[in-house]
């Protein structure tokens, strides 16, 4: 039986059509109901679906296909299950960026094996972009920032274990795996560049807080009569359940 053939010979206008409406629907379920947890079952099982949209169209099943297929099954129920559930500093961004890359290698073997000629061997190699795609959306758009500095900041303001959670965060480096016992002595000029521990992720208390101390109140000069931060505003629902 003949390959399904919608509007393209890669699927690649299908899957962006799909990935897109998806998103933007359980964007504005999570926008609506001021509930952003929807937004990481969205992005977990949004590849479940294209996985099974693209294998199901491709009639002829290879076994590097369906290797590939499974793999990605897997971590994207590993990843929604992650991202549903409590977090880790490392585990989720360098599982995402290795995910990236095996997969990557593995579609494009038919090419380099040269099983395959023409459009398809390009499209094939066109697939090294998603990795870095990946990789860069998790280190400067949607992954780091929206997680490590708020983050941080939640737990100073509140002082939920803040003291205990301010070591481990010296001790364990954001991206790459390595020794805490090692990284935590490591001079900051390294862990700046080499290990990615950008400014952007680091939260100091007295640059990004209005707080003197963990869970105290705010400084004398933001506390106004009756004692009353002049720096605060209504919380949202989000800021609320952070």
């Known amino acids: 039986m003949p390959a399904i053939h ?3 010979d890669y699927y690649l206008a299908i899957t962006a059509f799909i990935t897109v409406s998806y998103q933007l629907f359980f964007v504005a379920i999570a926008y609506t109901c001021n509930f952003d947890k929807l937004t990481d079952l969205a992005g977990g099982s949004n590849f479940i679906i294209l996985a099974i949209t693209t294998l199901s169209l491709n009639h002829h099943h290879q076994t590097h296909q369906l290797v590939t297929t499974f793999f990605l099954i897997t971590w994207a129920i590993r990843l929604t299950t992650f991202l549903l559930s409590a977090s880790s500093k490392q585990a989720n961004m360098t599982a995402s960026t290795r995910c990236a890359k095996t997969t990557y290698m593995i579609a494009v073997s038919p090419a380099a094996d040269g099983f395959v000629h023409g459009q398809a061997y390009k499209a094939l190699y066109a697939t090294i972009l998603d990795p870095f795609f990946l990789t860069f959306l998790l280190l400067f758009v949607s992954g780091m920032p929206l997680s490590e500095r708020p983050k941080a900041k939640a737990r100073y303001e509140s002082n939920n274990n803040w003291q205990a959670y301010k070591r ?3 001790h364990t480096s954001i991206l790459i795996p390595f020794p805490p016992q090692l990284y935590e002595k490591m001079p900051k ?3 700046r560049t080499i290990f990615l521990e950008l400014p952007m992720y680091v939260f100091d208390p007295k640059k990004h807080s209005d707080m003197s101390q963990p869970g105290g109140a705010a400084d004398e000069d933001d506390v106004g009569p009756g004692g009353d931060d002049r ?3 209504p919380q949202s629902g989000e800021e609320r359940l952070i």
């Open 189 to 191: 000029i390294l862990k």
């Open 168 to 170: 481990w965060l010296d």
């Open 6 to 8: 919608v509007l393209d």
């Open 231 to 233: 720096g605060s505003t």
